[in-house]
C-alpha cells in the first residue's frame, strides 16, 4: 500500500513540475488511489477474521481498563443521579427473579491493527454477568437499618 502512495506522490510531483498531462495525472491518480482502496478493504476483512480470544494481552488490558475506570466512577458516585448514570453507562441489563441478581455488561476492546493513522480502530464487545444472591432477610436488614439511621438523625435534628 505504501508503494502505491509513494508512486502516487511521485506522480504528483510530475504533474507539478509540468511535465505530465492532465489528462494522464488524472487517469493515474484514480488508478493508484483505487488500488489503495482496494488494499484498504482487503486489510480490513482480514483483520475481522483474526479471532478476538487470540488478541490476549489486548483483551486483559481492555478489561484492566474498563475494572478500573468503573471502579473510579463507582467510589466517586454518592447520590441517585450519579449511581444512576453509573447504572446506565456500565450496565446493559440487569434481571432479578427470586433471591437472584445478575447484572449484564460488556466490556468494550479496542483494537489497532496497525500504528496507521488511515486506518480504523476497530471496536469490539466482550459481554459479561455478575451473579449474586440477595436473600430476604438481608434485604429486610438492609431496609431496617436505613429505618433506623433515618430516626437516628430525626432525632439528632429535632
Known amino acids: ?3 502505491f502512495a509513494d508512486e502516487k506522490r ?3 510531483d510530475v504533474y507539478a513540475s509540468g511535465d505530465l498531462e492532465r489528462d494522464v495525472y ?3 491518480s484514480l488508478g493508484y488511489d483505487n488500488e489503495i482502496n482496494k488494499l484498504k478493504m482487503e486489510r ?4 475481522k477474521q483474526i479471532p ?3 488478541k490476549k494481552e489486548i483483551v486483559d488490558e481492555s478489561i484492566l481498563q474498563f475494572c478500573n475506570t468503573a471502579k473510579i466512577r463507582f467510589n466517586r458516585a454518592k447520590d441517585f443521579e450519579s449511581k444512576r448514570k453509573f447504572l446506565l453507562d456500565y450496565v446493559d441489563k440487569i434481571t432479578y427473579f427470586d433471591d437472584n441478581v445478575v447484572f449484564h455488561g460488556s466490556v468494550p476492546v479496542k483494537l489497532k491493527a496497525y500504528e496507521d493513522p488511515d486506518q480504523p480502530t476497530e471496536v469490539s464487545k466482550i459481554e459479561f454477568s455478575i451473579e449474586n444472591k440477595i436473600t430476604r432477610k438481608e ?3 438492609n431496609w431496617e437499618s436505613k429505618l433506623t439511621t433515618r430516626t ?3 432525632v439528632v435534628l429535632a
Open 44 to 47: 480490513r476483512e482480514l483483520i
Open 152 to 154: 437516628t438523625l430525626d
Open 1 to 3: 500500500m505504501s508503494d
Open 10 to 12: 511521485r506522480i504528483i
Open 52 to 54: 478476538l480470544l487470540h
Open 26 to 28: 488524472v487517469t493515474k
Open 139 to 141: 434485604r429486610v436488614d
